[in-house]
């Protein structure tokens, strides 16, 4: 069965600090996709990254970046320059694909507290 | 820009009512999503569709069920509302040939 492990409940880190969220995930599949979302305390879930595991590159979107090792099995969530509005709840999920479809499989979450 | 809405951003329902969470979706998206959310949890999938009338179980879907009569509405439904349903429940839609998800901004049930 595909799983995703976030292993971080929590990290801190200061103002333009750079910070790296981790995700390591298990599957069987060789097509597969990795997204990260970010969770504000408003609650809504907000896209902010995918990697396709075809993908030769590390998939880049302003500040933030997948760091991608296949090998490893992870896809970890790299910001850079942090800023007080980074502080949210970040979730690593993984597209999972049966007969009927494809659904998101994520992880339980990180909670990243940024301060000044 | 997608618009995923859904009913009541909060609720308060006794045990044993019968519960309706709709979910709407403004973009033509097939596939839509209901997970629920609890703290250390994550998110998990109850239920999905992928096209009207069409449903598929998720990772838990005891005590759910759900309604697609219409592409762009989604109904979560809790038979007789218990107090471990007390949650976040979170839509989602996503287009066929995509794979990003957009989600509705949530309901927090209280089940009392």
């Known amino acids: 069965a595909q799983k995703i492990t976030q292993t971080q409940p929590g990290m801190f880190v200061q103002e333009k600090e750079a910070v790296t969220l981790d995700c390591t995930y298990d599957?069987?599949?060789?097509?597969?996709?990795l997204f990260w979302y970010k969770q504000p305390s408003s609650g809504e879930m907000i896209f902010l990254i995918y990697?396709?595991?075809?993908?030769?590159q590390n998939a880049t979107e302003g500040r933030y970046s997948l760091n991608f090792q296949k090998a490893r099995k992870s896809a970890n969530l790299v910001i850079s320059a942090s800023q007080l509005g980074d502080s949210a709840m970040y979730f690593c999920a993984m597209r999972e694909t049966n007969q009927a479809g494809t659904a998101l499989i994520f992880g339980k979450g990180t909670t990243l507290s940024v301060s000044s | 820009d997608v618009k995923v809405t859904q009913s009541s951003r909060y609720l308060v329902k006794r045990t044993g009512e019968k519960v309706f969470l709709e979910c709407v979706q403004d973009m033509d998206h097939e596939n839509m999503f209901w997970y629920r959310q609890d703290p250390g949890l994550g998110l998990r999938l109850i239920y999905f569709?992928?096209?009207?009338?069409?449903?598929e179980k998720g990772d838990i879907p005891e005590g759910y069920s759900v309604s697609r009569e219409k592409k762009e509405r989604f109904s979560l439904i809790l038979e007789s509302a218990s107090t471990n349903q007390t949650s976040m429940y979170l839509c989602a839609s996503r287009p066929q040939g995509s794979y990003e998800q957009y989600f509705g901004p949530g309901t927090r049930l209280t089940v009392t």
């Open positions: 569709s992928y096209d009207v009338k069409m449903k």
């Open positions: 990697q396709g595991s075809y993908d030769e």
């Open positions: 599957t069987s599949d060789q097509s597969y996709g």
